[in-house]
């Protein structure tokens, strides 16, 4: 089944509700104590957060905590070449879906 993602408490501050579309929402924000600007503790938490992340069924939704949304999307990218996104768009209040490359794994693809 797909998972979606989505770096931002489940308390309402985000509604997640159009990513129900994609997959089953995985509310997974950062744990209290954890500080921004810390991001190699970041990025040791990602890698348990995405332990069971599969990048061609699952997605990582723009939605939530910034930081921890791009190191998350970087994660991706280094591990898999390639991401899943879903993009909110306000003006139909629908998620658009897009898929990143990174361009080195493209790259040894098509070699």
């Known amino acids: 089944m797909n998972t979606v993602y989505v770096f931002a408490p ?3 501050r985000f509604n997640t509700e ?3 579309a994609f997959g089953c929402v995985k509310h997974t924000a950062l744990p209290d104590g954890r500080s921004f600007f ?3 503790a ?3 938490w990602l ?3 995405l332990a069971e992340f599969d990048p061609d069924t699952d997605f990582v939704a723009m939605t939530g905590q910034n930081v921890v949304i791009a190191l998350a999307v970087s994660y991706v990218l280094s591990n898999f070449g ?3 996104l879903l993009l909110f768009d306000a003006r139909t209040s629908k998620y ?3 898929t990143v490359h990174h361009p080195r794994f ?4 098509a070699s």
């Open 42 to 44: 970041i990025m040791e």
């Open 96 to 98: 658009v879906e897009r």
């Open 47 to 49: 890698a348990e957060a």
């Open 18 to 20: 159009g990513a129900v």
């Open 10 to 12: 489940s308390d309402g």
């Open 38 to 40: 810390n991001t190699d």
């Open 106 to 109: 493209v790259a040894e693809e």
């Open 82 to 84: 390639r991401v899943r």
